[in-house]
């Protein structure tokens, strides 16, 4: 019976259990993940996760109630520099337990324990979507594709009237090459018989002296 004991002590001493959640959590601010059993993991996310939430105000007490829990100068400076940026916004749930199954040997049932604004590949998969309701977007897209049909029907109608103008100007064209060509053979054809009628008059008068003479 395990009433009111709410802390897992690992099989391990006081000291030993917090020298290798010291270790381990140096382990993960460094390296981000660590693969681990699901007690160790469980006990470590309730140790780091206070030392994080302290590391979002940088100030010299803070420092050292971290650093008093790390035992580690670098660990600390790397949680005070490159992780309390990154969960400046985030209210809690710093870390992530996921299962990986049991280990080979001695049947332990492994996880890997990781800092959530470090996995990118899981950041960029859940980039934030602009909201917007269904019906709004069925209009939005219906509206869009009935501009776009129009926007055709238009152009094919401008075409169309583009070509119906070109040809009528072209008939219009033809018609009057046509009537000047006309024209132009009835001008020449009176020139032609006037010029013909001025040697049959003088012949007649020729011949009309002629006789006078005789």
Do not use: W
Request: one cysteine or more; aromatic letters at 2%; proline letters at 3%.
């Amino acid at each position: 019976m395990r009433h009111g004991k709410k802390v897992n002590h690992l099989s391990r001493t006081s000291s030993h259990r917090k020298a290798m959640l010291a270790n381990m959590a140096c382990s993960l601010i460094e390296h981000k993940r660590i693969n681990t059993t699901i007690a160790k993991a469980k006990a470590l996310k309730k140790f780091v996760e206070p030392l994080i939430t302290k590391s979002k105000s940088d100030t010299t007490h803070s420092r050292r109630m971290v650093f008093k829990s790390l035992r580690s100068k670098q660990g600390a400076a790397e949680l005070f520099r490159d992780v309390a940026p990154k969960i400046a916004d985030r209210p809690g749930g710093y870390t992530r337990i996921i299962k990986l199954g049991s280990r080979l040997g001695d049947n332990a049932e492994m996880a890997m324990i990781e800092l959530v604004d470090f996995n990118e590949l899981l950041l960029e998969s859940k980039a934030p979507k602009k909201r917007s309701r269904r019906r709004g977007k069925k209009k939005t897209e219906a509206a869009v594709e009935t501009a776009e049909v129009i926007e055709e029907v238009k152009t094919e109608v401008v075409e169309e009237v583009k070509e119906e103008t070109k040809a009528e100007e072209a008939v219009v064209t033809e018609e009057v090459v046509a009537e000047t060509t006309e024209d132009v053979v009835e001008e020449k054809a009176p020139e032609a018989k006037s010029e013909d009628a001025v040697p049959e008059e003088e012949e007649k008068k020729e011949e009309g002296d002629d006789k006078k003479e005789e």
